[in-house]
């Protein structure tokens, strides 16, 4: 049965950063501590897309959920802003996922990360870092290793261009302090991070929100690109679910990173093109009910047990 949601602003610290995010938690509680997970969503998105999406659905499920703007995007501080880097995205859900660890209404033995998109790799990555996290439900899961990029992203030629493009900017901001920016997606643009006729970003009934900026760092191009979440597959060995389809994006990449995982895995396969995981009813609450259940799993080793 779907539990109405009250929602908490808030904000901790990551690093020199504060961040802000919308706690999300069942309205009606008992008084017991919840089981809480934080949220990641796709590159280069803010809480109010499909972060928050989910961390409402959690919720409704009957447990705490963290959406929030990592740093340099959103609400967040941070400089520079929109620069997609992977490292400093694992540390803020590390950051995240400590914020919950110390509120008194959250079950500091059931913290898990629910990953969208991109936000998957990141989450994957932050659980081999972060012992407090217990579990995993990565949702449409983007996890590329160099083999993928080469393909998604035009061969060698493709790469080495834009990995030139990304250092030619870092250098221009280091020596300047500016920061070239291209659109995060255009379908008139091809130098947007993602070219093409991509609806969910382009129709502001879906996406395209006032508080997402719709800008990439050029000066980023190099860390993604060379960004491996597939490799820490045999370091994850805390409780994976995956949800994914095969019309949706690298599910070989996916498969290659259950394959490898350290720990118990589940994958679900099902259908729904990617954008549909990000905001459609039928297929976001398929996924959700089975990633609730998953995250808020009772038989989780305590924090800081072996691992």
């Not at 949220?39 to 959690?58: D, F, I, N």
């Not at 340099?72 to 950051?95: F, H, I, N, T």
């Not at 261009?161 to 643009?189: H, K």
Request: overall charge negative.
């Amino acid at each position: 049965m779907t539990q109405r949601v009250q929602t908490e602003p808030i904000s901790f610290t990551s690093e020199s950063a504060t961040l802000v995010g919308t706690l999300y938690r069942p309205a009606d509680r008992t008084g017991e501590p919840l089981p809480a997970s934080a949220v990641a969503g796709s590159w280069t998105t803010v809480k109010e897309q499909m972060a928050g999406r989910y961390a409402r659905g959690l919720a409704e499920r009957g447990q705490a959920a963290l959406a929030f703007d990592f740093r340099g995007y959103g609400e967040s501080g941070g400089e520079p802003r929109d620069v997609e880097s992977a490292a400093l995205k694992v540390r803020d859900l590390r950051s995240a996922v400590a914020y919950l660890a110390g509120r008194d209404d959250v079950d500091a033995s059931r913290l898990g990360v629910l990953g969208v998109c991109a936000g998957a790799g990141y989450a994957a990555v932050a659980a081999t870092e972060e012992p407090r996290i217990r579990s995993l439900a990565l949702v449409a899961p983007w996890l590329h290793d160099a083999r993928l990029v080469r393909e998604v992203y035009g061969g060698e030629s493709g790469v080495r261009e834009r990995v030139d493009a990304g250092l030619a900017a870092e250098s221009r901001y280091r020596e300047t302090g500016e920061v070239d920016y291209v659109p995060a997606v255009s379908e008139t643009d091809p130098a947007a991070a993602m070219y093409g006729p991509i609806t969910y970003y382009l129709d502001p009934r879906r996406g395209r929100i006032a508080a997402w900026s719709n800008r990439f760092a050029v000066m980023a191009w190099p860390e993604w690109l060379g960004f491996d979440p597939i490799q820490a597959a045999p370091h994850v060995d805390v409780p994976t679910l995956v949800v994914h389809s095969d019309d949706a994006a690298v599910p070989d990449g996916a498969r290659r990173f259950v394959a490898q995982l350290a720990g118990p895995a589940t994958a679900h396969w099902t259908q729904g093109t990617q954008f549909d995981f990000y905001d459609r009813d039928a297929t976001v609450d398929a996924a959700l009910d089975l990633a609730a259940p998953h995250l808020a799993a009772p038989d989780r080793a305590a924090p800081g047990a072996a691992r």
